[in-house]
Nanobody
């Protein structure tokens, strides 16, 4: 499967962005979809994920500010990010898991939050 992520950019602290990630190609068996991020000099970390039944989980640092959702008909996952903070600055990557074991990653979309 190929993943195309959109929606990153530059925003002031307190602002909002919405990321989208569309899956195309061999899309059969997609289960969980998620967003990860990697800040300069840091390891990639989970931001949020949503399973095929809609169950969600979030990193503690983004709870109550970010919302993940998916549109199965469009094979797309979204990340609504509100009340953004400078520490949210990172490259954001989407990921899908097929058949419970095959991971695919998007190309990353940068998010910069200015103070």
């Amino acid at each position: 499967v190929q993943l195309q992520a959109f929606g990153g950019g530059l925003v002031q602290a307190g602002g909002s962005l919405r990321l989208s990630c569309a899956a195309c190609g061999r899309i059969f068996g997609i289960g969980a979809m998620g967003w990860y991020r990697q800040a300069p000099g840091k390891q990639r970390e989970l931001v949020a994920r949503v399973s095929s039944d809609g169950t969600t989980n979030y990193a503690d640092s983004v709870k109550a500010r970010f919302t993940i959702s998916r549109d199965n008909a469009k094979n797309t996952v979204y990340l609504q990010m509100n009340s953004l903070k400078p520490e949210d600055t990172a490259v954001y990557y989407c990921k899908t898991r097929q058949y419970g074991r095959i991971d695919s990653w998007g190309q990353g979309t940068p998010v910069t939050v200015s103070s």
